[in-house]
C-alpha cells in the first residue's frame, strides 16, 4: 500500500525493517546509523516492495557536489534526490553545454565515488556530535560533550598558548580537502586576524611539481580536457588519466577517433596503456634519462625548432665560464642591473642585452650555440658560452645506448619515440603528480619540459607540457583579507602604488600576482596583513621529527642520494638564510593543532614519529571531520562537520574542466553536525566570549601585528554580516567579488550547479594559466608569454633551463641530467612505487562498503609475477613488506603488469586497515632534497602551493616475504 510518511518515521520505518528484510545496502545503513536520531510510530509496510518504490518518489531535487581533492578531474555537477529531509541518491548532471560543433562535450561528468556518496554519509562511520577524549591518545575512549563544552575548553586553551607562548604556536593542518571557497574563508580570516599558521600542505603530499616551477618560474597551468582534441600525439607520461580521470578520459579516449596518437611511458601496463597506441615500459625514476635520450637526438639530427628556442627560452644566453653564472649587464657595464641578462647577437656580432620588458627579439638575432670572449667592466677578458652550447655537450652523454642501458628499452624504441615526436605538428602531455613524488622528480621534469620546448610545443592548440592544473574564483582572497564587504572592493588598495611601480618597471600583472602568493609565507608584512603559510614539510620534518633520518651524517652515501654534504647542513642553511618559511620556528614548539580537511597521520611519510615528537608537544589536537579518521583517533576532541550535501559552497576546479562548480545544501546538518565555516566562526565566538571574561584583549604576533582576541568574532564575521550559520551568503559574497563569473548570478549558478569561467583569475594560485577563457572554442594556456611575448616569471624572464643558483652547481644540476634513483629505505632489490586509486578520492572513500565490494577489500601490493615466484609468493597470500626503515604487512597482488624489480601501492589506504604494526608510509623515510631548499633567488621562493620542499615515497627500496596467515596481526 501506499505509505504518506514525515522524516521522522520514515527515519524509523527503515530502522524497524532493517533487521528482517532482504533491503538495499543504503536503507540498511541509513537504519544503523540514525535510526536513534528520531522518535515516533512506525508506519507498516506490506513487503519490503514498498521502500523500493517509494525510493523513486522524491521531495526534491538540489544541484550539488563533492567539496574535496578529486583534482584533474574536478569536479561534477550532481543531482541530488531529496525525500523527507534524506538523501536518496544523485545522478550525473549532464547538461554542460557544447562549446562548439568540432569539439566533444563534457557530459557526462561523474564517477562511482560520486555516485554513492549519499550511502557514505549515512554509514557507519559518520558522527553527529562533539566527541572529547577520555582515555589515553589512541585508545578508541570517547564521550559525547556538548558544542558549548567542548569550544569553551578549546578557547581556554588557546587563549592560554595565545598569550604565554605566542600566536605562531596555533597550526591549521590543512589537507587535500581544502576548497579555496567557504570553507578556506573561515580558517583563512581566523588566520588573517590572528596569525596562526596555516600549513602548505602541497609539496608533503608530494604535488610540488618542483621541476615545473624550477623551469617555468610557475606550476599552475594546463588546457581544457577538450583542447588534448586538437593534438596529434598525447603522451601519458607521468600520468594515468584513464583511471584518475575519469570525467575526463574520453576526451583522449575520443582524440583517437579523429587520428590522435597516444604513447603511454610507465613502467607497468596501467589502465591507460592499454589504451595506447604505443607502450613504452621503461625501468621506474629513469624518465628523466629517456627525456634526455629525445632531447640528445632532436639536437643531434638538427630538429630544434630554433625560431622557439631562441626568443623563449634561457638557452641563448651567454654562461661565463669561470664562475658558472649566467652574464649580466651589471657585469659588463658600471650601473648595469643583475637582472638584466645577455645575448650574443649576430648582427652586431656583439654582447647585447637581451628584450627586458617583452620578449620580442625586434632587430637583435641572437646566435644559439656560441663560445666568445667578453670584456668585463673591470677590463678582465673571460670566456662565455650559451646555455645551449652548455646543454648541448651536456646531451652527449645521452645516446640511444646509454638510454637503453639506463632505462631497459631497446634504442631503436628512443629514436621511435623521438620520430613520433617529431613528426607531430601538436604535442600534449599528461603529466600530473608522479614524477615529483620521486627524489629526483625535478630533474625528470625538466628533461621531458625540454622535449617540448625543443620542439616549440608550448602555447598553442593540442600542444603544450602540462602544469598543475588549477583554477580559483579571485573573489575568496577578497573576503579572507576585507575589514568589510564595503572595503572589499578595494581591499588591495593599499598595494596600489606598488603595483603601479612594479608594472612601470617592466613586471608582469603575473609576476605580481604570483609574490602576492609568496608573502603569504611572510608574515608581518607592513603593507596588508595576510593568514600566514607556511610549508608542511618543514613543519613535519622539524617541528614532527620525520627529519630524524636526515640527521645521519652518513646517510648521503648509504641511500645514494648523491649529495656533497649531509642533508641537515643544507637545511641549516636554508633556515639561517630564510629561504624556506618554518613557522613556528624551530625554537618555537607548537601547541595546538586543528586538523580541517585533513588526515595527517594517514598521508604522513613515516607518521608513527609524530606520535613521538610531536604529539607530545601539543596540548589540544581537534580534528573537524564527519567521520574519525587515522588522525582523529589520536585526537583530544572531534568535532563534527556536514559533508558537502549538507551546506552550501563553491570551491576550486581545474583548467582541464573550467567550470566553477557548486553545492547547494540538500538537507539540514545531521544531528549536531555544522559546516567548517560554522565550527570555525563558534571557535572565534567563544575565543572571544572566554577572552572578556578573562579580561584578555590585545596581543602581539611575533612580527608585532596586533591580535585582538576580544573582538575576534565581530572581526572574524565582519560585525555579524556573516554568522555560523551563513555559508550561502559566504559562498555568494566570494563569487560576487569575482571577476571570473560575471553572466550568471550566484542564484542561477547555484541552481544550475556550475558556471564556466569566462576569464583568467587574478589570483596567486590560477594566474599561471596565462591566457584567455574563450566561451567558444578551448582553453590553450601560455598563450600569453607565447603569441603575446609576455616574460615568464624566472629569473631570465624566459623558460629557464640553466639554474645557476649555488646548491644546483654544487649538485651538478644547473642543467638537467639523469641521477638515479636513490636506495632510500636501505640496498633492497624491490622499488616501492605507487599510484591514485580508482577507488577512492584520498582516504575519503578508503573504508566505504560499497567502494570495498568493488576491488580487494585489504591494503594490496602488485608485484610481478617473477618476483612473486622467486620468493614463493602466489596471488592473494599475506606478505611482509619491509625495509631498514620500517614494515607493514598487505596481502599479495601478484600481475603480470609489473616490470620485475618494480612493486606499487596504491594510495590512501586508513592505517586502521592495515593487520598488525605498520602501515604502507612505515618504509617510506622520504629525506629533504637538498635543491628544494634553495631560495634567495627571483623565482625559487617559497608561495603558496609552490617552491616548498617536498616529500617523496616512489623511489622507496623494500622487500617482501610471505608470511603465515595467521601471523599478520
Not at 644546483?808 to 636501505?826: C, F, N, Q, T, V
Amino acid at each position: 500500500m501506499s505509505v504518506d510518511f514525515d522524516r521522522r518515521g520514515f527515519l524509523k520505518a527503515f530502522a524497524a525493517v532493517s533487521g528482517s528484510l532482504a533491503m538495499p545496502s543504503f536503507v540498511a545503513r541509513a537504519a544503523d546509523s540514525i535510526a536513534n536520531l528520531v522518535e515516533g510510530a512506525i508506519p507498516q509496510y506490506e513487503s519490503w516492495k514498498d521502500i523500493y518504490r517509494n525510493q523513486w518518489s522524491w521531495d526534491k531535487v538540489v544541484r550539488s557536489t563533492h567539496h574535496l581533492n578529486c583534482w584533474t578531474q574536478a569536479h561534477c555537477a550532481w543531482d541530488v534526490y531529496v525525500k523527507d529531509g534524506l538523501v536518496f541518491r544523485e545522478e550525473q548532471a549532464g547538461e554542460y553545454e557544447q562549446v562548439n560543433a568540432a569539439l566533444p562535450d563534457f557530459n557526462p561528468r561523474g564517477c562511482q565515488k560520486g555516485g554513492c556518496f549519499s550511502h557514505r554519509m549515512y554509514d557507519d562511520t559518520r558522527i553527529t556530535h562533539p566527541l572529547r577524549r577520555v582515555g589515553p591518545r589512541g585508545s578508541g575512549k570517547w564521550e559525547r560533550v556538548s558544542w558549548d563544552e567542548a569550544l569553551d575548553d578549546i578557547a581556554d586553551t588557546y587563549l592560554d598558548v595565545t598569550v604565554e607562548e605566542g600566536t605562531d604556536r596555533t597550526v591549521w593542518d590543512l589537507g587535500p580537502g581544502i576548497d579555496l571557497g567557504v570553507s578556506s574563508a573561515a580558517q583563512g580570516r581566523f588566520s588573517m586576524l590572528t596569525q596562526s599558521i596555516g600549513l602548505d600542505m602541497d609539496g608533503e603530499i608530494g604535488d610540488s611539481r618542483r621541476g615545473t616551477l624550477e623551469t617555468f618560474g610557475k606550476i599552475q597551468f594546463e588546457r581544457s580536457a577538450d583542447d588534448y582534441f586538437n593534438s596529434d600525439l598525447i603522451l601519458f607520461w607521468g600520468g594515468n588519466p584513464v583511471q584518475t580521470q575519469i570525467p575526463q578520459a574520453h576526451f583522449y579516449i575520443g582524440a583517437k577517433y579523429r587520428g590522435t596518437r597516444i604513447i603511454s611511458i610507465a613502467p607497468d601496463m596501467n589502465p591507460s596503456a592499454t589504451k595506447a597506441d604505443l607502450w613504452i615500459s621503461l625501468r621506474p625514476g629513469t624518465d628523466g634519462a629517456l627525456a634526455l635520450g629525445v632531447c640528445h637526438l632532436i639536437v643531434e639530427q638538427g630538429k630544434v625548432k630554433e625560431d622557439f628556442v631562441i626568443e623563449q627560452t634561457d638557452l641563448p644566453l651567454l654562461v661565463r665560464s669561470d664562475t658558472d653564472e649566467f652574464l649580466h649587464q651589471g657585469d659588463l657595464q658600471e650601473g648595469g642591473r643583475d637582472d638584466h641578462f645577455v645575448l650574443w647577437d649576430l648582427v652586431s656580432d656583439s654582447a647585447q642585452i637581451a628584450p627586458f620588458r617583452s620578449l620580442k627579439l625586434e632587430a637583435l638575432k641572437p646566435q644559439l650555440d656560441a663560445r666568445k670572449t667578453v670584456r668585463l667592466k673591470d677590463g678582465q677578458e673571460i670566456e662565455v658560452r650559451t646555455a645551449f652550447s652548455r646543454l648541448r655537450e651536456r646531451l652527449q652523454a645521452y645516446t640511444p645506448a646509454a638510454v637503453a642501458e639506463i632505462c631497459g628499452v631497446s634504442e631503436k624504441m628512443v629514436q621511435r619515440l623521438t620520430d613520433e615526436i617529431t613528426r607531430a605538428k601538436a604535442v600534449s602531455s599528461i603529466a600530473q603528480t608522479t614524477m615529483c613524488k620521486f627524489y629526483h622528480g625535478n630533474l625528470m621534469e625538466r628533461s621531458v619540459a625540454m622535449i617540448f620546448s625543443l620542439t616549440g610545443n608550448m602555447g598553442r592548440k593540442g600542444a603544450g607540457f602540462a602544469g598543475f592544473p588549477l583554477l580559483t574564483p579571485d573573489g575568496g582572497d577578497k573576503f579572507q583579507l576585507t575589514p568589510s564587504m564595503k572595503e572589499a572592493k578595494n581591499v588591495f588598495a593599499a598595494l596600489e602604488p606598488m603595483i603601479t611601480k612594479r608594472l612601470a618597471d617592466g613586471d608582469s600583472m603575473e609576476m605580481i600576482v604570483l609574490d602576492l602568493g609568496h608573502l603569504m609565507t611572510e608574515p608581518g608584512n607592513p603593507l596588508i596583513r595576510l593568514p600566514v603559510w607556511t610549508s608542511g614539510t618543514l613543519f613535519w620534518q622539524v617541528h614532527g621529527g620525520i627529519n630524524e633520518h636526515s640527521k645521519d651524517p652518513e646517510l648521503a652515501e648509504k641511500w645514494n642520494l648523491k649529495l656533497k654534504r649531509p642533508i641537515y647542513s643544507y637545511l641549516e642553511e636554508a633556515l639561517d638564510k630564510k629561504w624556506q618559511p618554518l613557522h613556528p620556528p624551530a625554537n618555537h614548539e607548537p601547541r595546538i593543532m586543528i586538523s580541517m580537511v585533513s588526515n595527517v597521520m594517514k598521508r604522513m611519510r613515516g607518521s608513527e614519529k609524530l606520535l613521538e615528537v610531536l604529539w607530545p608537544k601539543l596540548k589540544k589536537i581537534v580534528v573537524m571531520d564527519w567521520r574519525i579518521n587515522s588522525t582523529g583517533r589520536y585526537a583530544d576532541y572531534i568535532l563534527p562537520v556536514a559533508p558537502w550535501y549538507e551546506r552550501t559552497s563553491l570551491k576550486w576546479v581545474t583548467p582541464l574542466s573550467p567550470y566553477l562548480t557548486t553545492t547547494d545544501a540538500a538537507t539540514k546538518p545531521l544531528g549536531e553536525s555544522r559546516s567548517d565555516w560554522g565550527v570555525v566562526v563558534m571557535l572565534a565566538k567563544h575565543i572571544q566570549k572566554r577572552a572578556r571574561v578573562r579580561g584578555i584583549t590585545t596581543v602581539k604576533s611575533p612580527q608585532g601585528l596586533d591580535v585582538h582576541l576580544h573582538t575576534l568574532y565581530d572581526d572574524l564575521t565582519m560585525q555579524g554580516e556573516f554568522k555560523e550559520d551563513d555559508d550561502d551568503k559566504v559562498a555568494k559574497a566570494i563569487y560576487d567579488l569575482s571577476e571570473t563569473h560575471k553572466k550568471q548570478s550566484w542564484e542561477e549558478t547555484k541552481k544550475k550547479g556550475f558556471a564556466r569561467f569566462e576569464q583568467l583569475p587574478h589570483e596567486p594560485s590560477s594566474i599561471g594559466n596565462m591566457c584567455d577563457f574563450p566561451e567558444d572554442d578551448t582553453i590553450v594556456p601560455l598563450t600569453y608569454h607565447v603569441r603575446d611575448k609576455v616574460p615568464w616569471p624566472t629569473a631570465t624572464r624566459r623558460i629557464q633551463f640553466y639554474i645557476d643558483h649555488p646548491f644546483y652547481r654544487e649538485l651538478d644540476e644547473a642543467l638537467p641530467r639523469y641521477k638515479a634513483p636513490p636506495k632510500m629505505g636501505g640496498d633492497y632489490p624491490l622499488m616501492m612505487t605507487g599510484g591514485k586509486t580508482r577507488w577512492s578520492i584520498h582516504s575519503t572513500w578508503r573504508d566505504s562498503e560499497l567502494m570495498l565490494r568493488l576491488h580487494r577489500p585489504d591494503p594490496a601490493i602488485l608485484i610481478s609475477i617473477q618476483d612473486a615466484k622467486s620468493r614463493g609468493i602466489e596471488d592473494g597470500d599475506w606478505v611482509r613488506v619491509f625495509n631498514d626503515v620500517g614494515s607493514f604487512n598487505a596481502r599479495a597482488q601478484v600481475t603480470p603488469s609489473m616490470r620485475p624489480g618494480q612493486s606499487l601501492m596504491f594510495h590512501a589506504w586508513e592505517n586502521y586497515q592495515f593487520p598488525g604494526k605498520g602501515n604502507m608510509n612505515s618504509v617510506s623515510p622520504s629525506p629533504l632534497n637538498p635543491v628544494e631548499l634553495a631560495g634567495g633567488h627571483p623565482h625559487l621562493k617559497a608561495g603558496v602551493l609552490m617552491g616548498q620542499a617536498s616529500m617523496y615515497d616512489r623511489d622507496t627500496r623494500i622487500d617482501i616475504v610471505k608470511i603465515p596467515a595467521r601471523a599478520k596481526a
